[in-house]
């Protein structure tokens, strides 16, 4: 135990010994080397690029799937709207015992799904008077109306019939605003006008996706082409890229906290996980100072085999070693 | 300002003052070279030889992560300098991203063959532990440099990394410097910043390692290391006689425990 834990280090400077080396040459070859590696990796298997995602794609592929989302946006319901910090107050967030970032550093992306997702977008389509009427109509309702119509409207959904255009037509019922105002949402989505609506910034050059990446993260497309290209935390996850390629295979340590229990069920996973992968990054980088952790290489003779002609050297008689030199 | 002195800078306006002539200018380029070739003699900077225990394959993925990062950087470099777009239409452009790619791939692969080497070896011991500090920490930079570069690809993976990383990181407040669904914030950290923090420590843990050389085998028996060297390696020994090695002209100070 004492040589397990002990800091004794016998390391001294080398006074054996030298070889001819030079730096620069094995600096070329290596880069040689490896620089053909890529290359020849790059023409037998290229690069996978498959096409992102957009809520216009989204609408018209999966009309229904699409209202129904939109309508949780509406209502206040989706995981966006309620997710807390940094997007709204509506969720806790994680914490991990008395630690609390995600409370402490606040809201600093709002997102009101309702006005952003919903209400706003439409108000840009002022030449549609029954539109307007519609919207009007549901603001100015109860919060109890606009509930009880948004979730008739959700279960109306899923008895919708799709037509060869892509509108989705449900049965009438105690909805009527919420029908008019999903119906021009989804005519606005499958334009192409709600993706651009939904940016951040108004100027020339867009670089903030959080708004539509959130919106279509509440509905199945993504997930839908995740699980096609194995990409779920299920499959392969963060190992594979899409085309089955490789990914980030350098994040197993701290996907596969993701796999095991209490983390695996955890609402609280994320911060854990992380902790957790924080506190072994640190060890990691404090292994000289880790008492026990140090010494593993000592105890376990890898090093035999990395210096065995040294060793091998060692291991000859003093005698043979005179006659050798 | 008097008078005098306004007179005097008056006169001396559009005088061009030589550096050489300068005493404080060439006393200050004296400390600094004075402390740099200290610190850092030419001989160890660019070493002409290395002890013979240096002798196995292990050695060889350090020199090729290295490689394989300036690879990256070269390759980085022209993917930026053509544009976001460029090689999600051209041939010439997704063979380029594809080297780029690749070269991640052998990097992280190498590195990580290069950190358990190292780990096995016990390169911390004799005052080694700001190389394998560096080394660590270089390690860990390259995890996020390398998430941003595929949260930058513009396509459906970086749609699906990104929302899926999303709640780790607002988990622990960082969304608002590091938010993953914001392409621009992204794409900064992976051409610039992190690039930047990457090849600094890389500089480091390299000068470092010129600094302190390679750790030595553990219970090391320099009487018998002395004795025995093979007629291969005599023939390929300098023919002037070795000075004194490093480690004993220049003691490491920050020796740590092992």
């Known amino acids: 135990m004492r040589r397990l834990l002990g800091s004794h280090d016998d390391t001294r400077p080398w006074t054996g010994p030298y070889v001819s080396y030079d730096l620069v040459k094995g600096l070329c070859i290596a880069l040689g080397v490896v620089t053909s590696l890529a290359v020849l990796l790059a023409v037998l298997f290229s690069s996978p690029d498959e096409q992102p995602s957009t809520i216009e794609q989204w609408s018209r592929r999966m009309p229904v799937n699409f209202l129904m989302a939109a309508t949780k946006e509406l209502d206040d319901e989706s995981l966006t709207a309620e997710y807390g910090p940094p997007y709204n107050h509506n969720g806790e967030g994680q914490h991990a015992a008395f630690l609390d970032p995600q409370k402490w550093l606040g809201v600093d992306q709002p997102i009101d799904t309702a006005e952003d997702y919903v209400i706003g977008p439409l108000r840009t389509l002022s030449s549609d008077l029954a539109l307007q009427r519609g919207i009007a109509e549901y603001k100015e309702a109860s919060a109890y109306l606009q509930s009880d119509g948004t979730n008739s409207y959700e279960k109306a959904l899923r008895k919708a019939s799709v037509a060869g255009d892509g509108s989705v037509s449900v049965r009438p019922g105690e909805y009527e605003n919420v029908d008019t105002i999903m119906h021009g949402l989804l005519g606005l989505a499958q334009s192409g006008g709600l993706e651009s609506d939904l940016l951040n910034s108004h100027q020339s050059f867009q670089t903030d996706y959080t708004k539509p990446l959130l919106l279509m993260a509440d509905g199945e497309l993504l997930e839908e082409r995740a699980n096609e290209q194995h990409l779920l935390a299920k499959q392969w996850g963060m190992m594979n890229e899409t085309g089955s390629y490789p990914g980030q295979a350098w994040l197993w340590l701290y996907t596969f906290w993701y796999q095991i229990e209490p983390f695996k069920s955890s609402p609280n996973a994320d911060i854990l996980v992380i902790l957790v992968t924080t506190l072994l990054s640190l060890a990691f980088v404090c292994i000289p100072f880790i008492p026990g952790i140090r010494s593993i290489p000592r105890l376990i003779p890898v090093h035999r085999l990395i210096w065995r002609e040294h060793y091998r050297a060692q291991s000859t008689p003093l005698h043979e070693l005179s006659q050798a030199s | ?258």
């Open chain 2, 1 to 258: 300002m008097s008078a005098t002195a306004a007179n005097h800078a008056a006169g001396d306006r559009g005088k061009a003052v030589s550096p050489s002539t300068s005493w404080t200018t060439r006393a200050r380029a004296a400390a600094v070279r004075a402390a740099a070739v200290g610190t850092l003699p030419p001989e160890q900077l660019l070493p002409d030889s290395q002890p013979t225990y240096v002798a196995s394959w292990i050695y060889v993925f350090g020199l090729a992560a290295l490689a394989a990062l300036v690879v990256i950087v070269g390759s980085g470099i022209l993917l930026s300098l053509k544009g976001l777009a460029w090689w999600h239409y051209t041939a010439v452009g997704r063979f380029f991203n594809s080297i780029h790619l690749w070269a991640v791939e052998l990097f992280f692969f190498t590195m990580v063959i290069h950190l358990w080497g190292k780990f096995w070896m016990a390169a911390w011991r004799g005052g080694r532990a700001r190389v394998w500090v560096t080394g660590a920490v270089t390690f860990l930079i390259a995890i996020p440099t390398a998430l941003t570069g595929y949260i930058s690809q513009q396509n459906f993976d970086a749609q699906w990394i990104s929302i899926q990383a999303k709640d780790a990181m607002n988990s622990i407040g960082v969304g608002a410097v590091f938010n993953v669904t914001n392409f621009g914030q992204m794409y900064s950290y992976h051409v610039l910043i992190l690039p930047i923090v990457v090849l600094s420590l890389v500089l480091a843990h390299i000068l470092l390692v010129c600094r302190h050389r390679v750790v030595p085998p553990f219970e090391l028996d320099t009487r018998r290391a002395s004795a025995r060297i093979s007629p291969k390696r005599e023939s390929l020994r300098p023919e002037s006689p070795r000075p004194a090695p490093v480690s004993e002209r220049h003691p490491p100070a920050d020796r740590a425990p092992s």
